[in-house]
Nanobody
């Protein structure tokens, strides 16, 4: 199992930047694929970035070119750099770790961190 704790959310003006961090505890962090999701009020939770093993990133079209995901397996952390933020990026951001077993995908979630983009 893995436990996840996000940090780094807050209020930022449009065009600004934030860095979200996710600290993982537990075993075998490097064996998990890591992702960031977000959920705005009234919307479904959506995946916006993922980094798999080996470290291959993938992004939703809505954030491509503005957000960057990275991981440090030595420190058990995954980071999401948010640049050129827009009001529509306002949401609760969740860190996700997942792997696959014979019974299917197993997901672990952090508690979420609020990002608000507003002038």
């Amino acid at each position: 199992q893995v436990q996840l704790v996000e940090s780094g959310g807050g209020l930022v003006q449009p065009g600004g930047s934030l860095t979200l961090s996710c600290a993982a505890s537990g075993s075998a962090f490097s064996t998990y694929a890591m992702a960031w999701y977000r959920q705005a009020p009234g919307d479904q939770r959506e995946q916006i970035a993922q980094i798999t093993r080996p470290d291959i990133p993938a992004y939703a079209d809505s954030v491509k070119g503005r957000f960057t995901i990275s991981r440090d397996n030595a420190k058990n952390t995954v980071t999401l750099q948010l640049n050129e933020l827009k009001p529509e990026d306002t949401a609760v951001y969740f860190c996700n770790a997942h792997h696959y077993r014979r019974t299917g995908r197993v997901d672990y979630w952090g508690q979420g961190t609020q990002v608000t983009v507003s002038s």
